[in-house]
């Protein structure tokens, strides 16, 4: 099963689409094009192992997550599809020596994100990720809230630093108000790095 149902249900709902890489172009970056409006001071990310300009499959597992969360992960999959670059595919748990990011829930303290990524990267190459889900602050926001986080957790694991514009997905902060929807600048940092 590539998605759960919770998950299915909720994409569904929101009538999210996605679209081919030949309806978008391909995944194929212009000589010398760097990404955009990134902050200089975050830490670098590396890509998933791809041939350049090819739709790259991450799994995402979600064995274990709460209904809400599993939901909000399949709704964020959706969202990260739209790219020709990526193609999240929600599981329970990852094939083997598939390209595989584990998302976790766990209760934290007040003082802790409401959300990280962090990867095994060797010689400049993802080799495995795990986004944890900070349930304590989460369950405080609302969907629209969580799912932003979620989005921009999934945006680390797809290789994407923290951009500079405060009401980009991928700024360092998310709250209710972030709009969740990754933008155009967004799907072109994912052509830099993957084409």
Known sequence: M????????AVLAVGVVTRAPEET?????PPGAVQQDVDPDDSPEAAWPHTPGERVVVHVAVAGLPDRYAALVGEAAGMWARSPCVEPAVVDACPAGANCSTV?????????TDGESDSDDRGGVRR???ITLNTALLDEESDEGALATIVHEMGHTFGLVHRLDPDSVMNAETDDSTDPVPDAIDFANLVV???
Request: hydrophobic share 40%; net charge negative.
């Open 2 to 9: 590539l998605i759960t149902v919770a998950a299915l249900v």
């Open 25 to 29: 172009g391909g995944c194929t970056a």
């Open 104 to 112: 976790v829930a766990r209760e934290r303290g007040e003082d802790d």
């Open 128 to 130: 495995s990720n795990t």
């Open 193 to 195: 790095v993957y084409g």
